[in-house]
């Protein structure tokens, strides 16, 4: 029997929240299909979105989803203003302990100027392209928690192939995490991440901007604005082809109620250090120079603040920041700085 149901609810992402107004068409073909229409309206996106869902008989957790979407962002870091129209088709399959994600995508993407003040650099990457690719992401969850794990692990390798089933965007794209939790007496937990990412474009043509890494900010490198490490122009800052970035955390129960429901249960103390660099790459110069790249011009900082779990849907964290490692054009946060949302170096 199918079911038609409504919704309206808010989401925080990385350093981002909106507000989602949707619809579910449930069990359409008697056999647990869903189409899902979608509005969110947040403060750097505005996206519009139509997926069917439909799982293996007998397997929910292999299933197959159709997208449509259209997606207005803006980045100030950058002053670009981004539009992606386009369709998508997923499937999702479990292999032993992990799970599989095979996309394609083709995108209509139109780039343009947030302001009149944007780069030079900026202005080139204005106008029109169509990407269309391949990616591959595998992920291992072995945490007991999403949010604020105790113990476990966590290992995410996504690959992205762009070009070879048309459009005029072509690369190979490779990221990777990793995060590692350790409990410790008394209700401690050290935590240890590792992030990287690897992008190479093909032929002459340049990586465009909206393909490029990003780092800096609350979620990532602590003690830094938003998106701000790394290459840039004038104001602007325009991303990388290459960028590590690790993160070391002692968090600590507050001394009222730790380890029972309430108030104590969802504050944690922490402190961390962490460290990381972004890089455009000469493909010209082989392993051995992207490597002396990557690990010169050291950006890090370390800190102690405050964590508080939003069930099993995001965090938030006020901490106080000093940044030791920074770099010339790099924009810091020396101080309070304050940041919300669901994926954290």
Not at 11 to 40: C, D, P, T, Y
Not at 161 to 183: C, H, P, V, W
Not at 223 to 237: C, H, K, L, Q, R
Request: charged share 20%; proline share 4%.
């Amino acid at each position: 029997m199918s079911a038609l149901t409504g919704s309206y609810n808010t989401m925080v992402g990385n350093n981002e929240g909106s507000m989602a107004i949707g619809g579910k068409l449930s069990n359409m073909l008697g056999r647990a299909e869903r189409l899902v229409a979608q509005f969110s309206y947040g403060t750097k996106e505005t996206s519009y979105g139509l997926s069917f869902f439909k799982p293996q008989t007998g397997c929910f957790e292999r299933n197959i989803t159709f997208g449509l979407f259209d997606v207005k962002g803006q980045f100030p870091w950058s002053s670009v203003r981004e539009v992606d129209r386009g369709v998508s088709f997923d499937f999702n399959f479990p292999v032993w302990r992990t799970r599989h994600t095979v996309r394609w995508e083709a995108v209509w993407r139109e780039l343009s100027c947030l302001s009149r003040t944007a780069s030079f650099p900026v202005r080139e990457e204005s106008g029109h392209s169509l990407k269309s690719s391949l990616a591959h992401t595998m992920v291992v969850d072995c945490r007991d928690s999403t949010i604020l794990p105790s113990k476990g692990v966590y290992l995410k390798v996504n690959q992205e192939l762009a070009g070879y089933t048309g459009g005029d965007i072509r690369f190979l794209k490779e990221e990777m995490e990793l995060q590692l939790n350790r409990s410790l007496p008394w209700g401690c937990v050290l935590s240890s991440s590792l992030w990287g990412g690897l992008l190479m474009p093909f032929g002459e043509r340049p990586s465009c901007i909206a393909d490029r890494f990003f780092l800096g900010g609350p979620t990532t490198i602590r003690g830094f604005n938003m998106y701000s490490i790394g290459p840039y122009a004038e104001s602007d800052f325009l991303g990388g082809d290459a960028y590590w970035a690790a993160g070391l955390h002692l968090y600590t129960p507050l001394p009222f109620g730790p380890g029972r429901p309430g108030f104590g249960d969802i504050f944690r103390t922490h402190l961390f250090i962490n460290a990381g660099n972004l890089c455009s790459l000469d493909y010209g110069e082989g392993l051995r120079g992207h490597v002396s790249r990557l690990g010169s011009c050291l950006r890090w900082a370390y800190g102690a603040g405050v964590v508080l779990r939003l069930g099993n849907i995001a965090r938030l964290e006020l901490n106080y920041c000093f940044p030791t490692g920074v770099q010339l054009g790099d924009r810091i946060c020396d101080g309070v700085q304050f940041g919300a949302g669901i994926r954290f170096l």
